[in-house]
Structure formats: structure tokens, C-alpha cells
């Protein structure tokens, strides 16, 4: 009997000791389900901000190569401006050739060697060294009937293909330009300025143009001084990191002055400012070069306001 009541005991009490074990199991069962959703949702937030991460990479992507279009189509438009820049070029080439030759007919054959080696020992590698030339007598430029109507109508010509170009610059860039047939009203400013916006065009050297002339040149004057500084900056600008164009009206005479940052020409750029000399010399011009106190190169071109008599 005795002994039967020590098994009940033991059953009661192995019974006990398995419910408690039961629960025990069940609640650590629990933890892990409760430890095993918060891995899940952990994890779909994880995928969450994944699919986000993508979504803005294919955003970056997409803006990057809408940048990229944009880059090739402001390239293709400026290459379309280079050409129709060349076409409007050969057309004042042309000019400048009748130009030169008005004025080598007129000039006489005058002038002479001793120019052309102060020109070339200007030596715009050099310190302070000048060039000077001041013009032989011009007695036909500008007042006979027949050389100043050409000249008139060379300045027409050079303003109307200044204008042309301006206007299909503007309506490339949807920018605004001079109204339809506004070209008799385009001064000699604004075609140096059109000249400034080419050479940053062709070369990529910045300028900036300053003028104070508050009358018109005469239409002579006015090509020729275009002419020079057109072929100043040919042999000038492109070898500067930027450059400054002044012109004003000094004691009766056109000037212009370019002064060059940081210039770093071949030796050829003092022929090629002879030559300039050379061309200006019969009609009275005058080109100097030298440096400035910040050390800077300096041309200084000029010519008669009005022909030498």
C-alpha cells in the first residue's frame, strides 16, 4: 500500500515537472515566432528601401543621359554656328581683299623695308619692345568719288554680313537679335562686338569690347579700322587666356588697343603684326607693341579719323 502511494507521488509529480517543461517550451516557441516576424519585417523594409535605391538609381540614370543628349545637341548647334560663322568669314575675307587692294593701288607703291624690321624686332616675347609706323601720304583714300563710294559700300557690306550672322545666331539660340531689316542701323561697335563673339567662337578665348565713340566714324574709316582689328585678333587672341578691345577716338584718331592675359604666342605673331602694319602704314595707321605694368602684351593700332590730305 505504502508503496503504491510512493508511485502516485512520483506520477504526480513527473506529471508536474513535464507541464511545466510544456510551458516552458511553448512560451520560448512564442519568443521565436515573435523574434522570427520581426526578422521578416525587417527584412521587407530592407527590400523596401532596396527597390527605392534603385528606383532613384534609374532616376540618375535617366537624368545623366538627358544631360548627355542635351551636351551633344548644344554641340551639334554650335558646330552649325561655326559653319555658317565660316561662310560669313569667307565673305569679309573677300571684302578685306578689295580693301587691301584700294589701298595698295592708292598708297603707290610707298613704304618701305625699315618698317618691316621694326615690326619684326617688336619681338612680342620680349619685355617693352614697340613697334611703330605712321602712314606715307594718302591723297586718294576716302576723297575721290570712286574709291570712297567703294569703301562705303564695303562698310555696307561688311555691316549687312554682321547683321546676317547675328540673326541666324539669334534665331538658333531663340535669343532676340535686330528687328527684320535693321541692318543700315548697325554700328561700328556692334560689328566689333559680332567680331569678339566669333573669335570666342572659333578660338575659345573670351574678350570683352569697350568702346566710348559717341559718332560714327565715316564709313571708310570705319572699315578699315574693322579690317585691322579684325587681323590684329587673327594673329593675337588665339594665343591669349582672355583678352580686352578698347576703341575710342583719341586726338582725331580711331584706336583700338587689345591687351592679351596671358600670352604665349610662337615667334611667327611678330611677322604676322608686321604684315598688319605694312597694311595699315599707306593709309596713315599706326601699330605698336609693348607691355603693360602687370606685364601684359599691348597692341596699340590707330589710324586718321579722316584720309590724310
Known amino acids: 500500500m505504502i508503496a503504491l502511494i510512493i508511485v502516485v507521488v512520483l506520477l504526480a509529480l513527473l506529471s508536474g515537472a513535464l507541464a511545466g517543461a510544456l510551458i516552458r517550451n511553448r512560451a520560448a516557441g512564442r519568443q521565436t515566432h ?48 561655326r559653319g555658317e560663322a565660316a561662310g560669313a568669314r569667307a565673305a569679309a575675307d573677300a571684302a578685306r ?37 605712321t602712314g606715307a601720304e594718302d591723297p586718294g583714300l576716302d ?20 547683321e546676317w550672322l547675328s540673326r541666324q545666331v539669334a534665331s ?11 541692318w ?32 560714327e566714324p565715316p564709313a571708310g574709316r570705319s572699315m578699315l579700322l574693322l579690317a585691322g582689328v579684325q587681323a590684329l585678333l587673327e594673329a593675337l587672341a588665339r594665343h591669349c587666356q582672355a583678352y580686352d578691345l578698347y576703341v575710342h577716338l583719341w586726338e582725331e584718331r580711331l584706336t583700338a588697343i587689345v591687351v592679351c592675359e596671358g600670352f604665349d604666342g610662337p615667334d611667327r605673331v611678330a611677322s604676322d603684326t608686321e604684315a598688319v602694319l605694312s597694311a595699315l602704314a599707306p593709309a596713315g595707321g599706326e601699330l605698336t607693341l609693348d607691355r603693360d605694368q602687370q606685364g601684359r602684351l599691348r597692341a596699340r593700332l590707330s589710324i586718321p579719323l579722316h584720309s590724310p590730305a
Open 34 to 81: 515573435e523574434q522570427l516576424d520581426a526578422a521578416r519585417a525587417e527584412s521587407a523594409q530592407t527590400t523596401a528601401e532596396l527597390d527605392t535605391a534603385r528606383g532613384e538609381l534609374a532616376d540618375a540614370r535617366g537624368q545623366a543621359k538627358s544631360a548627355r543628349d542635351e551636351a551633344q545637341a548644344a554641340q551639334d548647334e554650335a558646330r552649325a554656328q
Open 184 to 215: 543700315a542701323e548697325v554700328t561700328l561697335a556692334e560689328v566689333l562686338d559680332e567680331e569678339v563673339s566669333r573669335i570666342r567662337e572659333e578660338t575659345g578665348t573670351p574678350g570683352a569690347l569697350r568702346t566710348s565713340l559717341h559718332d
Open 143 to 162: 576723297s575721290g568719288p570712286q574709291t570712297g563710294a567703294t569703301l562705303a559700300a564695303l562698310w555696307s557690306l561688311a555691316r549687312i554680313r554682321q
Open 97 to 133: 581683299a578689295e580693301l587691301a587692294a584700294i589701298q595698295e593701288s592708292s598708297a603707290g607703291g610707298s613704304g618701305g623695308s625699315g618698317a618691316a624690321e621694326a615690326a619684326a624686332g617688336a619681338g612680342v616675347s620680349g619685355g617693352a619692345s614697340v613697334a611703330t609706323r
Open 172 to 182: 538658333l539660340t531663340l535669343e532676340g537679335g535686330h528687328p527684320e531689316g535693321a
